[in-house]
């Protein structure tokens, strides 16, 4: 199988706990032909979509330590097309970039791409919990998403708890998430006009109903076509709101309970549909905060509290996928080649 990792750029990667890393080693691991690229690696040439790729260069014995591998691995730099590979795998951090898409649309009937073109495009930032049909907020927190500063002050007045979570509409890693109070109001409008107006267009904002139990921490459950295959307990460091482990939180070993199960399998085939077949979502006291689609982390760590491989899982995926399409391609040429002989 040829495989392309869309990705931020191979020096930067820490093996110790890096999610992607774990991906492209069992890629490499199963002899499957393994290329790297940014998304700023993008070309086009007469309507064909390439990419500068660094490709692993294949050896009889790939280093089973994660960190050996990353220190021994070598690379050709080669121009490819991207129609030629059998899956792309996203992997770059928020916030997405609009123009890779652009690229990836001229091939999607050719390749799988994981998450799908679509899914990436309306999953993208913390809006797609909205999506989810649930009226009455038994699964997602009450929301609220807007650029204007009178109209949120006037959320969070009205608010029936004293505390809220503001956090930006695309940041990850924790980064912008702070708790307001009422009784800060004074200082909240300033605070508003800082997080919308820091560039010329304005940022959307995210009030959000505080999540009891917040304290105790946060659940990452990995999910993969729809079912969970992992999970772990973040713990957020002492007077920290934010559980992400970017923002100091431990983690702990977590077994899914009754009501995390449910939420799995409520929004389990919606994620499907929607072509996010591997995501990581973030799960306070059975309501889902977050749906992460675009480069999930979390693989070494519940693969530590577990003893799992959840790359394996993953890369198996990928695997059934492009070989069921194999299939149908080969069952086609089979009939086109009969009609034609009849
Ligand atoms: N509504 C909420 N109630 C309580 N805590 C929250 C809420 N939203 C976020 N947090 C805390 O902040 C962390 C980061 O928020 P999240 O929405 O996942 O953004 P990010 O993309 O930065 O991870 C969460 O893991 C959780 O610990
Ligand atoms: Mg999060």
């Given amino acids: 199988m040829n495989i392309l990792f869309l990705m ?53 014995t790939v280093p089973a330590n994660i960190k050996t591998f990353y220190t021994k691995a070598r690379f ?22 609009v123009t890779a898409l652009n690229f990836l649309d001229s091939v999607r009937d050719d390749v799988f791409i994981m998450n799908d073109i679509d899914g990436l495009r309306i ?16 699964f997602i927190p009450k929301t609220y998403v807007s650029k204007t500063p009178d109209y949120l002050e006037s959320v969070l007045e009205a608010s ?22 009422k009784q800060a109001i004074a200082s909240f409008h300033s605070l508003l006009e800082f997080y919308i107006s820091n560039n010329d267009r304005g940022n959307y904002v995210i009030l959000q109903e505080y999540v009891e139990g917040a304290e105790q921490g946060d659940v990452r459950i990995l999910m993969l076509n729809g079912d969970p ?15 992400n482990v970017h923002a100091g ?15 799995c399998k409520l929004i389990g085939p919606k994620l499907v549909r929607d072509g996010l077949y591997f995501v990581g979502i973030d799960v306070i006291n059975g309501k889902l905060i977050e749906v992460n689609v675009l480069s999930p982390g979390g693989i070494m760590r519940i693969n530590k509290l577990n003893r799992t491989k959840l790359q394996v ?18 069952r086609k ?5 009969a009609i034609e002989d009849a």
């Avoid at 999953?123 to 038994?138: C, E, G, I, M, V």
């Avoid at 956090?167 to 307001?180: H, N």
């Fill in 333 to 337: 040429t089979e009939f086109m080649k």
């Fill in 160 to 181: 029936a708890t004293d505390k809220m979570i503001m956090k930006p509409l695309d940041g990850y890693g924790g980064s912008g998430v702070i708790m307001v109070e």
């Fill in 8 to 60: 931020d750029s191979w020096d930067k990667i820490d093996p110790e706990s890096d999610s992607t890393i774990r991906l492209i080693h069992e890629g490499v691991s199963r002899k499957h032909t393994v290329a790297l690229a940014t998304v700023h690696n993008l070309t086009m040439r007469e309507s064909s979509a390439l990419a500068f790729c660094q490709v692993f260069v294949k050896s009889d």
């Fill in 249 to 263: 939180g431990s983690v702990v070993k977590h077994s899914l309970n009754k009501t995390e199960k449910e939420l």
């Fill in 229 to 243: 295959i992992g999970a772990m307990k973040r713990i957020p460091a002492s007077g920290e709101v934010r559980s």
């Fill in 123 to 138: 999953a993208n930032n913390k809006l797609y919990t909205s999506s989810f049909d649930d009226p009455h907020n038994r």
């Fill in 313 to 330: 899982k993953v890369i198996d995926f990928i695997e059934n996928v492009v070989n069921a399409k194999e299939t149908i391609q080969a």
């Fill in 76 to 97: 050709r730099k080669v121009k490819l097309p991207l129609g030629g590979f059998d899956a792309i795998i996203m992997r770059s951090n928020p916030p997405l970039n």
